[in-house]
C-alpha cells in the first residue's frame, strides 16, 4: 500500500486511511470513489482488502445451470427470457425432462446445479418441489442451488404457505441454497420505474434473513447499469452489508452488468469497462463483511474478469455449460467454460486457481 499512502487527494487520503485500518466506509466514501477517475488508487486498495481476505486464491466450481420454465408473470424491462403462457418459445420442462437434459451433459466433476427460471403461475409449488426432488434423487452428490429470493416470494404466493415455510419445504425437497437473483436494484423507485412486479426491496431481504435463519448460506446480486442511480447502487450495498451483520449468511456478492435486450446492440447500449472494473472495486470496498466478491464473466467477458482479479474479485464462478438468461438478453460472451479454461484464466492473472464446492470448501488448489 505504500504506493498510495501520500495521496495528494485529502479525500481519498482518508478513505485509504480508512482501509488500511480495517474501518468500514460509508455511503458517501463509497460515492466519491465513484465520482473519482483514480481507477488504480480504486483497484490497489479493493485489492488489499481482497488479499487480506483470500490472499491469491481464486475460487471456481464446475457446476451446470438448468431452467425448468421462461413462463413468467413478472414484466420486468430488462428481461429477454421470460415468455408468455403460449408464445412461441416458451418452455416448461417436466422434472423428467430436466433430469434427461442434465444427464446429457452431465459428468463426474460437476458439483452445483445451478437452478433459476420464471415465476410461472400455470403450475403448481408442487411442481417446483417435484423438479429439485427428481433432480436431487438423480444426481444425490450435486448441490441444489435453486430459485431466487424473488421466486421463494412467488412460491409463498402461489401455495398460501410463509416464506419459511416455503423455504423448509424447498430444503426438504433438497434445495441446500437460495442462488442471489431477483434483487436487481434494491430501490422501489427503480422496481417501479423498471416495472420489477416481483418481491419488493424488502420481501428480498425478508427471504434472505428467513434462509439464513432455517440454516441456508446463499447469494446476493446486484443487476447494475440501467436507470438506477449511483447512490441507490451504493443504497443496495449497503441493505446487504447490514444483513450480513446480522446473520452472516451471504457466502458471496456478484455485481451483474445489465444486457441489452439485442445482441447486435451498439458499445453505446453495454457498460463500460470502466464502469464494471470500478464496480468490482468499490463492491469489495463496501462490503467488508462478504467473504468474496464474484467476476461473472458471463456478463463481463473473460478477459475484464481476468483483470477483476487484481481489483477486488475472488471468484470467478463457474463452468455454467449453456447459461441462457443474460444470452437472452444480449450477452456476447461463451455460453459456459471448461475447467482448464477457468484455471488458465486465474493463473493467467498471477493467481491460484481454487476448485472449490457451493459452501467454498476447497476440493483441488492448482499451484
Known amino acids: 500500500m505504500n504506493l498510495i499512502a501520500d495521496h495528494p487527494d485529502t479525500r481519498m487520503k482518508s478513505i485509504i486511511e480508512k482501509v488500511q485500518h480495517g474501518e468500514r466506509i460509508s455511503l458517501k466514501d ?19 482488502v481482497n488479499l487480506k481476505k483470500n490472499g491469491k486464491k481464486v475460487y471456481f466450481i464446475e457446476n451446470m445451470t438448468l431452467y425448468f420454465t421462461n413462463v ?48 410461472n403461475h400455470t403450475v403448481p409449488f408442487q411442481y417446483y418441489l417435484d423438479s429439485i426432488k427428481g433432480l436431487k434423487n438423480h444426481f444425490p452428490n450435486v448441490t441444489m442451488k435453486a430459485y431466487t429470493a424473488a421466486e421463494v416470494e412467488f412460491f409463498s404466493r402461489i401455495s398460501g404457505l410463509s416464506i419459511k415455510e416455503v423455504l423448509i419445504a424447498l430444503k426438504e425437497a433438497g434445495v441446500e441454497t437460495l442462488t442471489g437473483g431477483g434483487a436487481e436494484i434494491l430501490s422501489e423507485r427503480y422496481r417501479k420505474k423498471m416495472s420489477v412486479n416481483k418481491a419488493t426491496t424488502e420481501q428480498w431481504l ?17 443487476l447494475y447499469g440501467s436507470i438506477e442511480t449511483l447512490e441507490e447502487r451504493l443504497q443496495h450495498m449497503v441493505y446487504l452489508r447490514e444483513l450480513q451483520d446480522q446473520t452472516n449468511g451471504f457466502m458471496v456478492f456478484i455485481p451483474l452488468a445489465v444486457q441489452p435486450k439485442n445482441v447486435n446492440a451498439s458499445i453505446k447500449r453495454r457498460t463500460s469497462a470502466f464502469e464494471d472494473i470500478k464496480t468490482m472495486a468499490i463492491s469489495r470496498l463496501m462490503l467488508d463483511n462478504f467473504p468474496h466478491i464474484k467476476a ?16 477486488g474479485a475472488s471468484d470467478v464462478h463457474g463452468t455454467l455449460i449453456k447459461e441462457r438468461i443474460s444470452h437472452a438478453a444480449g450477452a456476447l460472451s461463451q455460453e459456459g467454460l471448461t475447467r482448464e479454461e477457468l484455471i488458465w484464466l486465474i493463473k493467467g492473472a498471477d493467481r491460484i486457481p481454487v476448485e472449490r464446492d457451493t459452501f467454498y470448501n476447497e476440493i483441488k488448489v492448482y499451484e
Open 30 to 48: 463509497g460515492l466519491y470513489l465513484y465520482q473519482s477517475d483514480d481507477i488504480l488508487t480504486i483497484g490497489q486498495l479493493a485489492n488489499h
Open 72 to 119: 413468467c408473470e413478472a414484466t420486468c424491462a430488462f428481461c429477454g427470457y421470460k415468455r408468455n403462457p403460449g408464445e412461441e418459445g416458451a418452455f416448461t420442462y417436466s422434472p423428467d425432462e430436466v433430469i434427461e437434459f442434465a444427464e446429457k451433459h452431465y459428468h463426474p466433476g460437476v458439483r452445483e446445479f445451478h437452478i433459476t427460471g420464471g415465476h
Open 206 to 222: 425478508d427471504v434472505h434473513r428467513a434462509a439464513h435463519q432455517v440454516g441456508m448460506k446463499t447469494h446476493a446480486t446486484m
Open 296 to 311: 461473472y464473466f458471463i456478463n463481463i467477458g473473460t478477459q475484464l474478469t481476468q483483470m477483476s482479479l487484481t481489483f
